[in-house]
């Protein structure tokens, strides 16, 4: 007896649960019972977060509509081109108001592109860096270090970019102001960064160790490996990186409502950075606090929302396609 129940307990460390294998009625139920009670509460989760996603649209849609209704379909089309096309943002005006975004939606681009002209390039260094030549030991440093910096407060981005790269921009480079379309680039390259690194990094980890392998048994360095091996191969986590780190740049508020000078014009000549220009989530922050509810310029407001909004879907859903591509070469 005494060997039988020492050879019981092995078998039941081995096995490396306590759970008998045999349940009681009792037990069974109780089981039953929690899986339900788990599934229930996983899917009210996922169904309150699509929910609050769709009538958060469905908000934005309903506010946005009416600056565009018209008891004429010829005024709504007209009203529709002029909020496209024209550069003159002038709600408030009395007599002959003007709700032109072209400005706003150019310098919104403006400023996310320079962003990425800058973002990018650091960020996939660093990311090849990390997964190919940095050790585990400086690697598991490093990449929380500056995922940090997606930790900081905005607003405290907002203030270093006024009180410090703003003077510096003026003095150092002869700018007439320093809130300009380049400041505020400046400082969305930086907020940008850790999400483009760390979806690079995991897109170049994920490539297997075997390809590398192959590579230099083939002959190839680890720079040639690295160029025309491992990073086509994580072309798409690559390009998914971009994309969000565009999104965090296009959907920032507060450091380009600080920074950029808020001015709704295009910059003349287009490369002149020094400029001030103004964003779209910028110009919402700034004047939806103020303005009359029910109102044209309120619903303008709204239709810029709803413009952006898209935009962002979109993004998303790109980049949506390119993670799932990612995630099924790693399975």
Known sequence: ?????????????????????????????????????????????????????????????????????????AASLSRLKEFLTRTQWFPEHEAHPEYGVLAIIVGSLYVTVVSLLIAVPIGLLAAVFLSDIA?????????????????????????????????????????????NALNASLILSI??????LSVAEDSLSAVGRDIRQASYGLGATRAETMIRVVIPAAGSGILAAVILGMMRAIGETMVVWMASGNAAQIPSPWWDLSQSV????????????????????YHSLFAIGFLLLIFTFTLNLISESFLSRVKRRQR
């Open 135 to 179: 050790s585990f030991k400086v690697r598991q440093i490093c990449k929380p270090v500056i995922e940090i910096l997606a930790a900081i407060p905005s607003v405290a981005y907002g203030v270093f970019a006024v009180m410090v790269a703003a003077p510096w921009l003026q003095k150092h480079l002869g700018f007439t102001t320093g809130t």
């Open 278 to 297: 103004r964003t779209m989530t910028a110009t919402i922050a700034g004047e939806l606090g103020e303005v009359p509810k029910g109102t044209t310029h």
């Open 191 to 196: 907020m940008a960064l850790p999400t483009i």
């Open 1 to 73: 007896m005494k060997k039988r129940s020492d050879h019981s307990m092995q078998t039941d460390a081995a096995a490396g649960f306590s759970r008998p294998l045999r349940l009681s009625a009792g037990q069974d139920l109780r089981g039953y019972l929690t899986g339900r009670a788990a599934r229930t509460l996983l899917f009210i989760t996922a169904f309150v977060s699509v929910a609050a996603v769709l009538l958060i649209f469905v908000f934005v849609v309903r506010e946005a509509v009416p600056f565009f209704k018209s008891t004429d379909a």
